[in-house]
């Protein structure tokens, strides 16, 4: 059975509201991009019509690691995780980079079968940015409680999300220092 590829209009449309940068991909093949929003666009410079049927690798570039590549790859590609959170070096349309510490998870139906890759970008180039991680988490917190709410109804859960959202604070914090320490 392939996978439902059309997201439901009603959480397209919620997530199109988001604050947190947002972007939907499908499961299937090279997991295109179905949505992203004005949060998502503001952040990377890149419109819509940019990105959507696009794979999201295309924010990566010369300098982005080839670690932080493969923490992705191994996340995109092993469909027994759920949700997971990886700092990685991308850039936007005019060229300028950021580091985004991307956050991603899975919306299964009862199946457990996935449909969709639902990730939010989060810039924490500088310690300012880094230090509003608490209020981006609680926006991205309430609005994947509001799309758990919204996807029920059309047989879609997701699981793991509030772990990694609350450990990413310290996740963060560790990061930076070992940053620091080089
Ligand atoms: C919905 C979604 C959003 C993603 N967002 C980003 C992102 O913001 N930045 C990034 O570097 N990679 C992002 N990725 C990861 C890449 O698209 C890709 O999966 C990753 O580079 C590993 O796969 P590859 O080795 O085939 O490139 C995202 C993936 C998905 C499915």
Do not use: W
């Not at 952040?43 to 794979?55: F, I, S």
């Not at 758990?148 to 996740?171: H, K, N, P």
């Amino acid at each position: 059975m392939s996978a439902q590829t059309e997201l439901p209009a009603s959480l397209r449309a919620y997530l199109e509201k988001s604050n947190v940068a947002l972007a939907v991909s499908e499961t299937d093949g090279d997991m295109p991009l179905t949505m992203v929003n004005a949060a998502f666009c503001e952040l990377t410079g890149y419109d819509p019509e940019d990105v959507v049927g696009r794979n999201c690798r295309l924010l990566q570039g010369p300098e982005t690691s080839d670690d932080s590549r493969r923490a992705l790859h191994d996340f995109a590609h092993d469909p027994a995780q759920d949700a997971g959170r990886f700092p990685v070096l991308n850039y936007r349309k005019d060229g300028s980079s950021f580091h985004n510490y991307v956050f991603m998870t899975r919306l299964r139906d009862s199946r457990g079968t996935a449909h969709f890759i639902l990730a939010s970008q989060f810039d924490m180039t500088t310690a300012l940015q880094r230090s509003q991680i608490r209020v981006n988490d609680a926006e991205l917190h309430h609005a994947l409680s509001d799309v758990e709410q919204i996807g029920r109804e059309f047989g879609l859960a997701m699981v793991g999300s509030a772990q990694i959202i609350s450990d990413s604070v310290a996740t963060l914090a560790r990061l930076t220092l070992d940053e620091d320490r080089r």
